[in-house]
């Protein structure tokens, strides 16, 4: 049976792992500086992290000489599977990520300006290698009893009942229009062969990842599924599991030594999720 | 005595990993795009990455087919990661005008839809047969990473003795084996951490006992 995940992630700016809240901008001063990011990653690696997420939050011409840098000596010392996105959106961008040691690209507002981008990355590297990153945030329903529907439909009560989710572009500064439900199905019928959802409200929060939110999304698409925003403790990552998602994300609770990827898979396991045990 | 690996680049993918693990086996790998520069390493490594019939396509048209079936045909080892595997059947249904390289009578067939995520994407178990040397140390039911839509088919008798099986949406499928001097995994030992780099040690032990 296959395991679930558990991925570190690295925000990394001008070459460093930083870390924010709710998408907080580096340009205002808003991150917090948390380490070296190779060091880190060697660090996961030894702890057993599954694979590993590594963002460009800057997505400049200097960002992303640094990220193909600090790719390039993740992947010369870590044998594990290397997720790197940030600013993707030609087949350039990707074929220079996989070049430096990706083996998966994420795509995000590249995707949503150019929704075919996703189709010719797959066909140029295999759906296996193509990410699609998305950025929400929960649709306040004005009443739940306005929507009466929710009841009587229990196959869309999760969609309902949450009021759904809206999609941003640009690290979460401008709304889209798009429904997240749509997006990650036109997404998944384009290319893309995995999904990362991203709750900002969660973001740096450490109050749970949005539940809901995953649920929904797994219900709707048949590609893999990474929770992403929220995780506060092993519980939190647990609970995401626990939806049927395929993988929980997370930074800060890492970066900071709160928890170790062990301590978080062990919760898990003892859960009776499946996890790849880790040599002592 | 030093060994030479061969690493063939059809364009696509992550080349970086599998060449520094190779590098950490002691096989000491050279990425080569040009079919005539193949020359007669003791190992060539085909890492699949993408469309089955991309890969295949690549091959004809560059000229790799033939330099894979000499070096075959001379003895000498090779290695098929994910799509290098697949490519050694008779084709897959992900390209079914593209013929494999029919090394191994067996078809490439995608996952069930419903069953599971597809792609399989993440860790899961190896299940050894009797006698591999390929997993010499590596206990059955270890974790290898995978990254797959499709798998190889292969009746029960043609599968290898010296081969593993993984259960995934239903199906058991090949997911290593060894046939004389061919040998192939659908996971990806240079993502599989110290399982994926005693897989290459081994295949350095065997290629050394070959050589030797």
Same mark, same amino acid.
Not at chain 2, 29 to 49: F, H, I, N, T
């Given at each position: 049976?296959?395991?679930?995940?558990?991925?570190?992630?690295?925000?990394?700016?001008?070459?460093?792992?930083?870390?924010?809240?709710?998408?907080?901008?580096? @340009?205002? %001063? @808003?991150?917090?500086?948390?380490?070296?990011?190779?060091?880190?990653?060697?660090?996961?690696?030894?702890?057993?992290?599954? @694979?590993?997420?590594?963002?460009?939050?800057?997505?400049?011409?200097?960002?992303?000489?640094?990220?193909?840098?600090?790719?390039?000596?993740?992947?010369?010392?870590?044998?594990?599977?290397?997720?790197?996105?940030?600013?993707?959106?030609?087949?350039?961008?990707?074929?220079?990520?996989?070049?430096? %040691?990706?083996?998966?690209?994420?795509?995000?507002?590249?995707?949503?300006?150019?929704?075919?981008?996703?189709?010719?990355?797959?066909?140029?590297?295999?759906?296996?290698?193509?990410?699609?990153?998305? /950025?929400?945030?929960?649709?306040?329903?004005?009443?739940?009893?306005?929507?009466?529907?929710?009841?009587?439909?229990?196959?869309?009560?999760?969609?309902?009942?949450?009021?759904?989710?809206?999609?941003?572009?640009?690290?979460?500064?401008?709304?889209?229009?798009?429904?997240?439900?749509?997006?990650?199905?036109?997404?998944?019928?384009?290319?893309?062969?995995?999904?990362?959802?991203?709750?900002?409200?969660?973001?740096?929060?450490?109050?749970?990842?949005?539940?809901?939110?995953?649920?929904?999304?797994?219900?709707?698409?048949?590609?893999?599924?990474?929770?992403?925003?929220?995780?506060?403790?092993?519980?939190?990552?647990?609970?995401?599991?626990?939806?049927?998602? /395929?993988?929980?994300?997370?930074?800060?609770?890492?970066?900071?030594?709160?928890?170790?990827?062990?301590?978080?898979?062990?919760?898990?396991?003892?859960? %009776?999720?499946?996890?790849?045990?880790?040599?002592? | 005595?030093?060994?030479?690996?061969?690493?063939?680049?059809?364009?696509?993918?992550?080349?970086?990993?599998?060449? &520094?693990?190779?590098?950490?086996?002691?096989?000491?790998?050279?990425?080569?795009? *040009?079919?005539?520069?193949?020359?007669?390493?003791?190992?060539?490594? $085909?890492?699949?990455?993408?469309?089955?019939?991309?890969?295949?396509?690549?091959?004809?048209?560059?000229?790799?087919?033939?330099?894979?079936?000499?070096?075959?045909?001379?003895?000498?080892?090779? #290695?098929?990661?994910?799509?290098?595997?697949?490519?050694?059947?008779?084709?897959? *249904?992900?390209?079914?005008?593209?013929?494999?390289?029919? $090394?191994?009578?067996?078809?490439?067939?995608?996952?069930? &839809?419903?069953?599971?995520?597809?792609?399989?994407?993440?860790?899961? &178990?190896?299940?050894?047969?009797? *006698?591999?040397? #390929?997993?010499?140390?590596?206990?059955?039911?270890?974790?290898?990473?995978?990254?797959?839509?499709?798998?190889? *088919?292969?009746?029960?008798?043609? &599968?290898?003795?010296?081969?593993?099986?993984?259960?995934?949406?239903?199906?058991?499928?090949?997911?290593?084996?060894? #046939?004389?001097?061919?040998?192939?995994?659908?996971?990806?030992?240079?993502?599989?951490?110290?399982?994926? #780099?005693?897989? $290459?040690?081994?295949?350095?032990?065997?290629?050394?006992?070959?050589?030797?």
């Amino acid at each position: 049976m296959l395991a679930r995940r558990i991925i570190p992630c690295l925000d990394v700016h001008a070459g460093r792992v930083t870390r924010g809240q709710q998408f907080g901008r580096a @340009e205002f %001063g @808003e991150l917090a500086d948390v380490g070296d990011p190779v060091a880190l990653a060697i660090a996961y690696n030894d702890q057993g992290a599954d @694979e590993l997420v590594m963002y460009d939050i800057t997505a400049t011409s200097e960002g992303r000489g640094a990220i193909l840098d600090v790719a390039a000596r993740v992947a010369e010392r870590c044998f594990m599977p290397l997720t790197v996105g940030g600013g993707v959106r030609a087949l350039a961008d990707m074929r220079a990520l996989m070049l430096a %040691g990706a083996d998966k690209v994420s795509i995000n507002s590249g995707a949503i300006a150019d929704p075919e981008l996703l189709t010719r990355a797959a066909d140029q590297f295999g759906s296996q290698a193509v990410v699609l990153s998305i /950025d929400v945030r929960a649709r306040r329903p004005h009443s739940r009893a306005s929507e009466p529907d929710a009841q009587a439909d229990p196959t869309t009560a999760p969609r309902r009942a949450a009021g759904g989710w809206d999609v941003y572009a640009a690290g979460g500064r401008r709304a889209t229009g798009l429904d997240m439900l749509a997006w990650a199905e036109q997404g998944e019928a384009l290319g893309a062969g995995e999904i990362v959802l991203n709750s900002i409200d969660g973001d740096g929060m450490n109050t749970g990842y949005d539940l809901e939110a995953l649920r929904a999304l797994r219900a709707a698409v048949s590609v893999p599924v990474v929770a992403s925003g929220g995780a506060g403790n092993a519980e939190d990552m647990r609970a995401a599991l626990l939806t049927g998602v /395929d993988a929980a994300l997370a930074a800060g609770i890492f970066h900071r030594g709160e928890v170790s990827v062990a301590h978080v898979k062990r919760v898990c396991a003892a859960a %009776g999720l499946p996890m790849r045990e880790v040599a002592a | 005595m030093s060994f030479t690996s061969v690493v063939i680049d059809y364009g696509a993918g992550n080349l970086r990993s599998i060449e &520094r693990a190779l590098a950490v086996a002691g096989l000491s790998p050279r990425v080569v795009s *040009d079919p005539a520069a193949v020359g007669e390493p003791d190992l060539l490594v $085909l890492p699949g990455q993408g469309h089955f019939g991309q890969v295949a396509r690549a091959f004809r048209v560059s000229g790799f087919e033939s330099a894979v079936r000499d070096h075959v045909a001379g003895g000498r080892r090779f #290695l098929g990661i994910c799509v290098g595997l697949q490519l050694l059947l008779d084709g897959s *249904d992900e390209a079914p005008g593209e013929p494999g390289l029919g $090394l191994l009578p067996g078809w490439v067939r995608r996952f069930p &839809r419903g069953a599971a995520p597809v792609p399989q994407m993440g860790w899961n &178990r190896l299940t050894k047969g009797t *006698d591999f040397p #390929l997993l010499t140390g590596v206990a059955s039911g270890a974790y290898v990473y995978f990254a797959n839509s499709y798998y190889a *088919d292969v009746d029960l008798e043609h &599968r290898p003795a010296a081969s593993a099986t993984t259960e995934y949406a239903g199906v058991s499928f090949l997911s290593a084996f060894s #046939l004389g001097n061919v040998h192939a995994t659908q996971f990806h030992p240079e993502k599989s951490q110290t399982v994926g #780099l005693r897989v $290459l040690a081994n295949l350095a032990a065997v290629t050394h006992g070959a050589a030797a």
